[in-house]
């Protein structure tokens, strides 16, 4: 075993990312009060580093930083060093990212702030080289010793600044519907790349909410255009780098504007979205490469993000070791031509020009990504190829080079256990097995579902954060009840097992006690009972994953229905009225908020199924893009939900659809139910 010669107080964590600081030089410490009690009691200036463990430019930094000893000596003599994992901690990241994109005007990882003994931050950033690094620490320690109140005057500014960014816009109207949402439509295609899908810029990131919400405006406004650029989008992503071609999943961003190379992690938030994403898209398409993507990319988490008991893992590296021994980012995915020759032989010349090992896919040092530009009927058109053949070519192509990647060093596992990402894939499972019907998509949905409720939920009422090891740590965010709550929605809406049902609304009255604000309906990301940071933040604005507050309100809506309450109407009425304005002013940040926007504007359907054969009649309905209905049913008289009231006849399947409580006359068959809802 390796002897190392620093160790440091991250060895006891259980994060892997602060882990791999555990032998730094640095004289680490994770967050806790016993490290800012001492910080306060020294009157010592704090360095507070944010990261992940898949995240490229941290292992930079580490590297040409903080495994540095001059560096170290640095940081040690003149500050206390906290490491934090942005995943376990994402209330102290959603904090001090804030402050560097006030300091800065942009943000990002590894994220590196210097604060005062009492945690306020006076200076920040992401990146920084090793002597810039050193220039800042000695200049900002000098000026700490001579003269402490330019820094505490610049702390109290900033503070102030941290607090206005809470502050919501003034409402400038009391009816929820004041928002011309053809208008919006409008503001949002300015910005649509026609040629390679997505928003015109580079990097690109997938953010899947806005292609939900466009997805579901299109149906609803019966808009072919929108459609149009929602399918052109889903294929070039498809078919670009940041997809995985050899055994599937997603990578987190593409570097350039055509989606071909990627920023090589692989984020299990990402994998679970994009699966819902492409499983509501195939029900609109039909498009059967889109199923493809979606059993491709189950089959990668499966075999790469699954533990042996049915939950997630969090991400794997964008960094592997390369040939020379050295970590590389993307080394385990690329590939050099004259490889893919020796592995493929006689049907390299096809393998070549369908992904592309051209200068259209060539990336550097010779590297390949693979890289699709064409759909397979013209492929198949052009090389007289039946499609029967050639899928099981795409097969062989696909188990030789999944065999040589197997013999390469695999990137780094970070193997804690998230509640909200799992609730992710959850989701994922359930929209998956909504339009497959394959029944181990919702085996391991209920693995998912019964891991969370078993080693998750505490018996204060409470979720837990993390896992790992048999140990949950860490109270839970609001992101993590609000996904939670959704997924487990979802599940009763697949199952009509009412217990999920009855466990979101005991989530949600949790979360109304414990993390509500009265007075704007909001919800705070921590919880009344968490140690308070320098600010108590809610989150609003939709990101890579849709923000707490818009999904609570959707939960909150759906739920008022189900049980009957006009409570929860009124507070998700009153959380849409309070991001009315941004929704205006920048709907691409506010796509769930728009989503939901969409039940109010249009006619939202409940639809409850009784009888002896509702569970099936349910699978079919499933079937079928309805993005404005719940669902609710039962095969007895369960008096469980006010939607079943005198609902059930003895021996006689019934579909009731109704809006606002009005409903028409019960049909018999899922055909009849559509035409009502149509």
């Not at 506010?590 to 639809?607: A, D, I, R």
């Amino acid at each position: 075993m390796k002897s190392e010669k620093h160790t440091n107080s991250l060895i006891d964590e259980s994060s892997p990312y602060l882990l791999q600081h555990a032998h730094n030089p640095v004289n680490w410490n994770p967050w806790g009060a016993e490290i800012l009690e001492k910080a306060v009691s020294d009157k010592k200036l704090i360095i507070i580093s944010v990261g992940y463990a898949a995240c490229h430019w941290c292992h930079v930094m580490e590297h040409e930083s903080f495994e540095d000893e001059e560096v170290a000596e640095i940081m040690n003599t003149h500050y206390y060093n906290i490491k934090v994992d942005r995943e376990e901690r994402p209330d102290i990241d959603m904090v001090y990212m804030s402050a560097v994109q006030l300091m800065t005007g942009s943000g990002g990882w590894p994220m590196n702030i210097v604060a005062l003994p009492d945690g306020r931050p006076v200076w920040g950033g992401t990146f920084f080289k090793k002597e810039a690094w050193k220039s800042a620490l000695l200049q900002i320690a000098k000026l700490y010793k001579e003269d402490p109140e330019k820094l505490h005057e610049y702390a109290n500014k900033l503070s102030a600044g941290l607090k206005d960014i809470q502050l919501l816009s003034p409402q400038t109207s009391k009816n929820k519907n004041d928002i011309d949402l053809k208008l919006i439509a409008e503001k949002l295609e300015k910005n649509f790349d026609w040629k390679y899908g997505g928003t015109r810029q580079a990097p690109k990131f997938v953010i899947p909410a806005n292609f939900e919400y466009l997805l579901k405006y299109s149906q609803l406004y019966n808009n072919e255009n929108i459609m149009k650029f929602v399918a052109l989008s889903l294929t070039k992503i498809s078919f670009g780098g940041i997809y995985d071609h050899v055994e599937g999943g997603f990578s987190r961003y593409s570097v350039d504007e055509k989606w071909h190379i990627p920023h090589f992690e692989k984020m299990l938030y990402d994998n679970a979205q994009m699966v819902s994403l492409y499983s509501k898209a195939y029900v609109v398409t039909k498009n059967e490469w889109y199923k493809e993507v979606v059993e491709q990319t189950l089959e990668f988490t499966k075999n790469n993000l699954t533990t042996k008991a049915g939950s997630f893992f969090s991400s794997l590296d964008a960094d592997s070791l390369n040939e020379e021994g050295k970590l590389k980012e993307g080394a385990f995915y690329t590939w050099k031509a004259d490889k893919l020759q020796e592995l493929l032989k006689e049907k390299f010349p096809l393998f070549k020009e369908y992904y592309n090992i051209n200068p259209f896919g060539k990336w550097e040092d010779n590297a390949y990504v693979l890289i699709r530009t064409e759909e397979d009927s013209a492929f198949l058109e052009k090389h007289q190829l039946k499609a029967a053949d050639f899928r099981k070519m795409k097969d062989q192509w696909s188990s030789i080079l999944t065999a040589e990647r197997n013999k390469r060093e695999k990137p780094r596992l970070d193997d804690k256990q998230l509640t909200s990402w799992n609730a992710l894939m959850l989701t994922g499972y359930l929209d998956a097995y909504k339009v497959t019907q394959n029944s181990a998509y919702l085996t391991s949905a209920l693995t998912t579902a019964n891991f969370i409720k078993k080693d998750l939920y505490k018996t204060e009422g409470n979720l837990h954060r993390s896992y790992k090891n048999g140990v949950s740590s860490i109270n839970a965010y609001l992101e993590d009840y609000a996904f939670v709550i959704e997924a487990y929605i979802k599940l009763y809406e697949v199952t009509f097992e009412f217990e999920w049902l009855n466990f979101s609304k005991e989530l949600m009255e949790y979360c109304i006690l414990h993390f509500q604000d009265p007075e704007s309906g909001l919800f705070y990301f921590t919880s009344k009972n968490d140690a308070a940071l320098i600010t108590r933040n809610y989150e609003l604005s939709d990101n890579v994953i849709p923000a707490s507050n818009s999904v609570m309100a959707q939960n909150l809506f759906k739920l008022s229905k189900y049980f009957d309450k006009p409570t929860f109407l009124e507070i998700s009425e009153k959380m849409i009225l309070a991001v009315l304005p941004s929704l205006k002013d920048y709907p691409q940040g506010y796509s769930n908020w728009l989503n939901l926007q969409l039940n109010f504007t249009h006619n939202f359907y409940e639809v409850v199924i009784m009888g002896p054969n509702s569970k099936e009649l349910l699978k079919e309905i499933n079937l079928h893009y309805l993005p404005n209905i719940l669902i609710a049913g039962s095969d007895n008289e369960d008096e469980n939900s006010p939607l079943f009231k005198h609902r059930f006849k003895n021996g006689e399947d019934l579909i009731y659809v109704c809006t606002n409580g009005s409903c028409q006359l019960p049909v018999k068959t899922i055909t009849s139910a559509l035409e009502l809802i149509k």
